[in-house]
């Protein structure tokens, strides 16, 4: 069992870096053997060399910051709005009956697409990015949740109940902890939605973070810095979903281990 | 004084269409101090409403139920349950499960932890105590959750089908756990159950109930000595005696091929 997990890990590391190294080496001479220009794909020469240019001269980091720290407030703002709205919908039918239209609506309505509308109301600032990353995180966040404290064992409750439990024990004591692995399956969802929803509302207006440079970049014509963005915006959101499975896995230690994976 | 009283009690439930049925009619039964009795009867007869009116989840429409002389209202202290899931939480140790109960009661909560590991060294599951719920065969679960019943220290258990998802070997051994652990501390426990052996081995009485409504159509005071030594009761002569009498009165033998419809809930 041990063995063949440790050998399993041991060829699918070998495989995972091969497959590294033929897209890199591919990537910096693939196009030049192809005859692709590069302003339609800079080798990867090219792009890390417009890495180091954006590092010194376009304050890349600082950049990068503006996004993560987007990213982080509007995930966490989303969250918890979306695990409390969850957790009240799910205990309460009449509830969840009489609002479940209308939060359908919004959940059909594209997310990202309110980011013009809010920077009419909140101008070039932070605040409308950190809004449409609230608003994309927090409803796989509350349908999970939701679906979760529907979905306890009744004769849990039934059991806390016959040791004469209070509703709020009920809750603390079995809804409450039922409900987190998929709590946190939401939240993972959510931390790589954040990204879209800060990107987008960088793009729509604004002069700072990763998703401006992203439209800087397409207005110079400079596919290398569109190129380092896009890489820059992946690694916020990798870290994002790092720091999600980090926590969950001090919170959900009791599960059984996955059998391969883990991500 | 009765431990567990059903006094003339009778259920009915709304079902489809504004139709009412009867679930259970008229039910009497009375359990003295430290009897173990058995309930046996077809689904859907009303056995697991029954417990659920003892432990207070449900109040009767007629009738009503004493516990310890107490009429029940709701959840009380004098009960605790345990049914055919074992219902451990997965995210407690086996030793936090034990202490559900005690903890929604707010008891002494060292005295509750001694009570805890006392009851998990008398179920063999002494060692096990910090593990959690998926590490521990269905036979080990299901005696932790026997654990968690004693553990707030009820006069009266209500237990259903406490035994039916383990394996027949597993079985024989809890029912062995059981049968000691009701007689040391002098226990009264009214068990639900489809299988009419354990129904004889573990019991003073069984009583028979009938198809919906349910009613009590028989009483069967078992005289075999040595409840507590199940194995031992497993091989007297006058068990085959009384399972005959159990399938009669259930009509099962007869038509062994014919499978009941199952009634609309």
Not at chain 2, 168 to 196: S, Y
Not at chain 2, 221 to 234: A, S
Request: charged share 20%; with cysteine.
């Amino acid at each position: 069992m041990n063995a063949d997990r440790s050998a399993l890990v041991r060829r699918g590391t070998i495989a995972s870096v091969a497959m590294l190294i033929v897209f890199l080496v591919a990537w910096e001479w693939g196009p030049g053997l192809l005859k692709i220009p590069p302003y339609i794909v800079p080798p990867l020469s090219a792009t890390w060399k417009e890495f180091l240019r954006m590092w010194s001269v376009t304050a890349l980091p600082w950049h990068t910051g503006v996004t993560a720290f987007e990213v982080l407030i509007g995930f966490i703002l989303g969250s918890l709005l979306g695990a409390l709205i969850g957790y009240v919908l799910g205990m309460s039918p009449t509830a969840e009956f009489a609002l479940s239209p209308y939060i359908l609506a919004l959940q059909i309505a594209p997310k990202v697409a309110f980011a013009p509308l809010f920077i009419l109301w909140m101008g070039f600032t932070i605040y409308p990015k950190i809004l449409v990353a609230i608003l994309i995180v927090f409803f796989p966040v509350m349908v999970n949740v939701l679906t979760a404290v529907r979905g306890v064992d009744p004769d849990l409750i039934n059991l806390a109940r016959s040791f004469k439990a209070t509703r709020s024990q009920i809750f603390w004591k079995i809804e409450f902890p039922a409900s987190l692995p998929p709590l946190f399956a939401g939240l993972r969802i959510g931390s790589t939605l954040a990204v879209i929803g800060v990107v987008v509302g960088e793009l729509v207006g604004g002069n700072s973070g990763l998703g401006y440079l992203l439209s800087f970049g397409e207005g110079q014509g400079n596919t290398a810095m569109v190129f380092v963005t896009i890489i820059m915006l992946t690694i916020v959101g990798g870290i994002a979903y790092l720091l999600v499975i980090l926590i969950e896995m001090r919170v959900l230690h009791y599960m059984p281990k996955r059998a391969a994976g883990g991500i | 004084m009765k431990r567990l009283e059903y006094r003339n009690v009778t259920m009915r439930f709304a079902g489809a269409k504004g139709s009412v049925f009867t679930a259970i009619e008229n039910v009497d039964i009375a359990l003295d101090d430290g009897e173990v009795v058995s309930l046996i009867g077809p689904s859907g007869c009303g056995k697991s409403t029954l417990l659920n009116i003892g432990s207070g989840l449900y109040a009767p429409t007629e009738g009503e139920a004493y516990v310890d002389g107490e009429r029940v209202e709701g959840p009380n202290e004098h009960v605790a349950f345990m049914l055919q899931k074992d219902l451990l939480l997965p995210w407690r140790t086996i030793e936090q499960n034990v202490l559900l109960g005690t903890e929604i009661r707010k008891l002494d909560p060292a005295a509750s932890r001694q009570k805890a590991r006392d009851l998990l060294q008398a179920f063999k599951l002494g060692e096990f105590s910090d593990r959690y719920p998926h590490q521990l065969s269905g036979g080990m679960r299901q005696r932790a959750a026997l654990a968690r019943t004693l553990a707030v220290d009820p006069s009266v258990l209500l237990l259903d089908e406490p035994f039916s998802a383990v394996d027949a070997q597993t079985r024989i051994m809890l029912q062995h756990d059981l049968a000691q652990t009701l007689v040391k501390a002098n226990k009264t426990a009214l068990l639900i159950t489809h299988d009419l052996l354990e129904a004889v081995i573990l019991s003073d009485r069984v009583l028979v109930m009938s198809k919906r409504p349910g009613r009590i159509i028989d009483e069967i005071v078992i005289d075999i000595p040595d409840r507590d030594h199940p194995l031992k009761r497993r091989r007297d002569p006058k068990v085959a005696g009384y399972i005959a009498r159990l399938m009669d009165q259930l009509d099962i033998g007869e038509h062994p091929a014919q499978d009941q419809a199952k009634e609309p809930a």
